[in-house]
């Protein structure tokens, strides 16, 4: 490699990952001006936007060093507001889930919210109880699920979903109740998907819950975190050593897209 190849690439060999630190910083390499500069950042720096819908988002970062875009990962993962279930007010569980272990299924819920819209709940003193209800710090949700038997099955059934009614609960079950004037200035307000799995239950069993969504960002608690995962990878840039022509050429264009 040559310096310039040294200054901003990653060698993957056969066996072996070359050249993986950073070196591009001031002195390292003699006639080059390493030295930080916000306008030359902002001159080179671009984000390309390849893939981006309700649930997933897809980009280029084009000329950022691979410490900047870890820390932007880590931004998305830990610092981005979002709104959570944090309190759970059980009236009544009559299924075989713990009532904690059920707080703590529906805490991890994604729900589908503005948190622009929201402020974040001022922090509590120890021993001070959790406030009343307030259309600008919360949200709230109803699940009130009973399972019975199906008049309707066959005989033959041997299959719960066919057998009983409402033997799984989903997020489905789940109800907005609007907070003051919420109705109005909200709109669309539930968890992100609704066949979430929360609970099994057979006849008899009966869940009668409210609960309660703050905003948090999940360098306080995961559940606040707004993705399943971020990653990021290197730009390949791949050099040719030698010709290729013939089929082979066929081939090899078939791997990229």
């Known amino acids: 490699m040559n310096a310039e190849e040294l200054r901003s690439r990653v060698g993957l060999q056969e066996y ?5 630190s950073s070196t591009d910083f001031p002195g390292n390499y003699p006639g080059y001006d390493d030295s930080w500069s916000l306008d030359r950042f902002k001159q080179l720096f671009r ?14 970062m084009v000329g950022a060093d691979a410490a900047i875009t870890n820390a932007i990962r880590r931004i998305l993962l830990a610092e981005v507001p979002t709104m959570a279930i944090e309190k759970v007010y059980i009236h009544n569980n009559t299924s075989l889930i713990q009532d904690e272990v059920l707080a703590h299924r529906l805490g991890l819920i994604p729900i589908k919210a503005d948190p622009q819209k929201f402020k974040m709940l001022p922090p509590l003193a120890e021993g001070t109880e959790f406030p009343d209800p307030s259309p600008e710090h919360m949200l709230e949700f109803r699940l009130k699920v009973k ?7 066959s005989k033959i059934s041997q299959e719960p979903s066919e057998l009983y009614l409402h033997s799984k609960v989903l997020t489905e079950h789940m109800t907005w109740v609007p907070i003051g004037d919420q109705a109005q200035s909200l709109s669309d307000i539930r968890p992100v998907d609704k066949d979430i799995l929360i609970a099994k239950m057979r006849p008899g069993q009966e869940l009668d819950l409210r609960m309660v969504c703050v905003k948090g960002i999940g360098q306080d608690h995961a559940k606040f975190s707004p993705v399943a995962t971020a990653s990021y990878r290197l730009l390949p840039d791949i050099t040719l050593t030698r010709p290729v022509t013939g089929d082979k050429a066929d081939q090899l264009a078939k791997c990229f897209s």
């Open 147 to 153: 399972c019975t038997r199906n008049p309707k099955a």
């Open 47 to 60: 984000v390309d936007v390849i893939q981006l819908d309700e649930e997933a988002m897809e980009f280029d």
């Open 16 to 20: 072996a990952v070359t050249n993986p």
